[in-house]
C-alpha cells in the first residue's frame, strides 16, 4: 500500500513559479510510474506530467512541455514538479498519483491506483 501526500501549492501571479512535491510512504518499486494531474472548477481530471521510476523517463502534457519539470528523488521517495512560467490557466487542484504497473499511455487516468488528497494552485492575472 502506497500513501502520497502532496505540498507546495499556493497562491501566485501569472509568470511565477511554483514547485510541488508528493512524498510517498511506502516503498515506490521500479515497476512504478509516478503521475501528476490536475483538475480545474467544472471540469474533468487531465494528465500533466509522469515519470517512470525504474529509469526516469518523462511524459509531458502539451499544455505544460517547456514550463513544467518533473523529477524524482529516489533516496526520499518524492516526485516533484516544478512549474515556471504559469498561466491563470493553470489554476487547479493537483493531484499526485501512483500505477503500480507502469502502465502505458502514462496519461490514462484509470490507470492509476494510488492517490493524494490533491493542493490547490491558484494563478492570478
Known amino acids: 500500500q502506497v500513501q502520497l501526500v502532496e505540498s507546495g501549492g499556493g497562491l501566485v501571479q501569472a509568470g511565477g513559479s511554483l514547485r510541488l512535491s508528493c512524498a510517498a510512504s511506502?516503498?515506490?518499486?521500479?515497476?512504478?510510474?509516478m503521475g501528476w494531474f490536475r483538475q480545474a472548477p467544472g471540469k474533468e481530471r487531465e494528465f500533466v506530467a509522469a515519470?517512470?521510476?525504474?529509469?526516469?523517463?518523462?511524459y509531458y502534457a502539451d499544455s505544460v512541455k517547456g514550463r513544467f519539470t518533473i523529477s524524482r528523488d529516489n533516496a526520499k521517495n518524492t516526485v516533484n514538479l516544478q512549474m515556471n512560467s504559469l498561466k491563470p490557466e493553470d489554476t487547479a487542484v493537483y493531484y499526485c498519483?501512483?500505477?503500480?504497473?507502469?502502465?502505458?499511455?502514462?496519461?490514462?487516468?484509470?490507470?492509476?491506483?494510488?492517490w493524494g488528497q490533491g493542493t490547490q494552485v491558484t494563478v492570478s492575472s
Open positions: 498519483a501512483a500505477d503500480s504497473m507502469a502502465r502505458r499511455p502514462q496519461f490514462k487516468l484509470s490507470f492509476y491506483d494510488y
Open positions: 515519470i517512470r521510476w525504474s529509469d526516469g523517463s518523462t
Open positions: 511506502g516503498r515506490i518499486f521500479s515497476s512504478y510510474t
